[in-house]
């Protein structure tokens, strides 16, 4: 009897134990005395990824045949447990797998999409987002995201500009490292982490013409001061996994690019983490015309050193038979291998391989609700407001009218990307609004959903128009209309919205229109019509409590936007960062002013369309607020910078309104002449400072000669001597320029 209580007693304590985190050293012992007793089918068995919903006879049978790495999607706990024994304790060498989930932007507590956070410039609300994510992730088994993505989108076109950052590299940069942090913790073994995955590497946001997984052409210059730097940033910042994009770069896809994968990741970048595949990406190369035959694709992502094959089949059927055939080396399979065990010791996994079942569905706490609000509220875009109608004082209306097909959805004000969303715990601005004030609410939805075209909710939206003396009009896109697969090429609002507002300007009551969408859109006749315009990219849960709140003042618009708003789609590809033309836009003539017959040359010879001008509608940076900063000429350290140096950048920001508000100073450069054409500007800085009326702060940078560096004519990296404009402004577009020049 003792002898089988002291075993019970040993595999509880295996269940339970939480040995200390093993040094890197130890990890590495560890990981070469497994490999080296497992056979080649158990080493290939790990680098298979599969996607699994309950513990079915087939896929735990091919857990205990050691055929199975990880799972994706699983979220039942119990579930996640059942599995993860069959592999412990049934398999022949008792390794665990490791469960992910796409947790993009929050696991039950949802934030804005990604695009909505990077309208925040606010990198501790994104690490913060990112810890409740991975808390209340973690809390159900899941030990892996595939986030954070940090694919620079310069082309509203594509709907997964939602899930980026934006178009600036350095906001991508900041906020992707941030959002790194905030998955992985201090320590990637504690249950409540999740291995952070960068992802698509790389160059998916210059998909041509904006259509998903489409070609790319990136010449190296542009990939590396471009679309490489968040990449580089969040492996310097520890991420433990990248993901392959499905796209070609230059002809070669990134499954099985080798220069992307070993020569620049591995080497350059001395990356020491995991690599997995996108969704198929590895079969996906039969169809790019690039490979023969899946195992021809299997031949090819091995040698280029991806590790993991997420839900191909291309490794499990084909990498024990090209070992044996030699086309693929079993040193590489080892390699492969490796990388997949030594996250999985890092994760603690080998130790503490189940979740809490007692601990699991630990959602929503208040904390975390309020941390999504105030997300809301920090990336809420004010576009315009005229003679100040923002912020509300609702007391002082008698009716509001509450009307559009944005003001109560609760599903679509998440956005896309939400596969654990529970919609009963979304509040909607028009919830709010009735808990607020509602004698004075008449709410009339009009449209179905954002595509619907049918007016046949207008007259009832007239009527409450007419019997209201403000109208809140919630216009926008539904979550399904960005994100993954779903692009479009016509970026104004959807179905009849526009029809509708045109209705509701006829009343002559002021309108505030709030645009809740997944990508920055053409909504510059929509603005015309208005009064005040919001925009936000989705809210998530909290999106009513946050629009509410910033409409009636207890929240100012923190948000500036991340990427540019265009005046005509056709603008597309379109963003700040442009490089020089040899002809800019002067003398603007459009379409409609053009006279009968006119002469060829009539309306000048620079880079306008006649249709749209030139530039954006809303640039790049861009937001107000309820007060007004005044800046001062940035005043420079030295005007002479030294290519080993440094200059300090100050500037007086002064707010000049009645209100406390909060600015983002942005420190933008331009490089007057280079071995190369270079950007008319380039973001080099940013600082959020927060001031009393009438309050002046000096805001300082320091700007050292390298953030100057760029990838040079002779494919070197580093700045150039010459002579630099300099801003300190409140958006891509403002502010007076100062010159200094680098020796
Ligand atoms: C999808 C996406 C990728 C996601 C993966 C797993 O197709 O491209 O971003 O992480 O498959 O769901």
Redesign the pocket.
């Known amino acids: 009897m003792k002898q089988i209580l002291s075993l019970t007693a040993l595999s509880l304590l295996s269940l339970t134990a939480v040995a200390a985190p093993r040094s890197a050293a130890e990890t590495e012992a560890a990981v070469q005395d497994l490999l080296s007793r497992m056979t080649l089918e158990e080493k290939v068995g790990q680098l298979n990824q599969l996607s699994g919903y309950g513990a079915h006879p087939d896929m735990l049978g091919r857990i205990r045949a050691g055929e199975v790495g990880s799972l994706?999607n699983e979220t039942d706990p119990a579930v996640v447990n059942r599995l993860q024994r069959e592999a412990v304790r049934k398999s022949r060498l008792h390794i665990p797998l490791i469960f992910a989930r796409?947790v993009i932007h929050g696991y039950k507590t949802i934030f804005p999409i990604p695009l909505g956070q990077a309208a925040t410039w606010d990198a501790d609300l994104v690490r913060q987002g990112a810890r409740i994510a991975a808390d209340e992730a973690g809390s159900v088994g899941i030990r892996w995201t595939?986030s954070p993505?940090v694919d620079i989108s310069r082309d509203a076109r594509w709907g997964r500009i939602a899930e980026s950052f934006g178009e600036d590299p350095l906001l991508a940069s900041r906020l992707g490292t941030a959002m790194v942090e905030g998955y992985q913790g201090d320590d990637l073994s504690d249950p409540r982490t999740m291995a952070a995955c960068v992802?698509?590497f790389a160059c998916y946001g210059a998909a041509e013409a904006g259509l998903d997984y489409n070609t790319t052409w990136v010449p190296m210059p542009l990939l590396r001061d471009v679309y490489l730097p968040p990449f580089k940033a969040c492996s310097d910042a520890g991420a433990a996994t990248f993901?392959v994009s499905?796209n070609d770069i230059n002809g070669v896809p990134s499954s099985a690019n080798r220069w992307l994968l070993k020569d620049l990741l591995r080497d350059e970048w001395g990356f020491g983490g995991l690599v997995v595949s996108?969704?198929s990406s590895t079969a996906m190369m039969v169809p790019q015309n690039y490979c023969a035959d899946l195992r021809e694709a299997a031949a090819k992502s091995a040698n280029a050193g991806m590790d993991m094959d997420?839900e191909s089949y291309a490794y499990i059927r084909h990498l024990p038979g090209l070992v044996r055939s030699g086309e693929v080396a079993e040193a590489t399979v080892d390699s492969l291998c490796a990388n997949v065990l030594r996250l999985k010791y890092r994760l603690g996994l080998f130790d503490n391989p189940y979740v809490d079942e007692k601990k699991a569905y630990d959602f929503y706490h208040p904390e975390s609700l309020d941390a999504a609000r105030r997300a809301v509220e920090r990336s809420a875009v004010l576009l315009k407001n005229d003679k100040g109608l923002l912020p509300l004082d609702l007391a002082s209306y008698g009716k509001v009218a509450v009307i559009g097909p944005m003001a109560d959805d609760r599903h679509n004000q998440a956005g896309t990307w939400v596969f654990d969303l529970e919609k009963e715990h979304c509040v909607t601005p028009l919830e709010v609004l009735n808990g607020l004030a509602p004698e004075k609410i008449i709410y009339q939805r009009a449209l179905k959903h954002t595509r619907d075209r049918s007016e046949a909710g207008f007259a009832d939206a007239r009527k409450a128009a007419g019997a209201a003396d403000l109208v809140l009009f919630f216009a926008g896109e539904e979550a399904v209309l960005s994100g993954?697969a779903h692009c479009r090429t016509d970026l104004t609002l959807p179905g009849a919205q526009k029809e509708l507002l045109r209705e509701l300007r006829k009343s002559g009551k002021p309108i505030v229109m709030v645009v809740q969408a997944g990508r920055p859109l053409v909504i510059g006749d929509e603005a015309d019509l208005c009064d005040a315009v919001l925009f936000l990219f989705h809210g998530g849960t909290m999106a009513g409590p946050g629009i509410v709140n910033v409409l009636t003042g207890v929240a100012e618009p923190g948000g500036r936007l991340p990427v540019s708003f265009a005046r005509a789609s056709g603008q597309m590809p379109l963003y700040y960062n442009r490089k020089g033309t040899g002809r800019p836009a002067s003398g603007i003539v459009l379409i409609d002013d053009i006279p009968e017959e006119a002469s060829q040359t009539s309306t000048g010879c620079t880079a306008f369309y006649l249709d749209a001008g030139d530039g954006p509608r809303y640039p790049f940076g861009y937001g107000l607020t309820y007060t007004s900063f005044d800046y001062s000429e940035p005043s420079l350290s030295a005007d002479t910078l030294s290519a080993d140096g440094s200059i300090t950048v100050s500037c007086n920001v002064t707010n000049t309104g009645s209100r406390e508000g909060s600015e983002v100073v942005q420190l933008y450069v331009r490089d007057l002449a280079g071995s190369l054409v270079r950007p008319v500007k380039e973001l080099k800085d940013f600082s959020r400072v927060t001031l009393a009326p009438g309050e002046t702060r000096t805001v300082s940078f320091t700007l050292p000669a390298t953030a100057l560096s760029f990838t040079r004519a002779d494919g070197t990296f580093g700045p150039e001597p010459g002579e630099f404009n300099l801003w300190v402004a409140s958006d891509s577009q403002s502010g007076t320029p100062v010159k200094f020049s680098l020796k």
Do not use: Q
């Open positions: 994706l796409d595939f993505m992802k698509h993901m499905f996108d969704w997420m993954e």
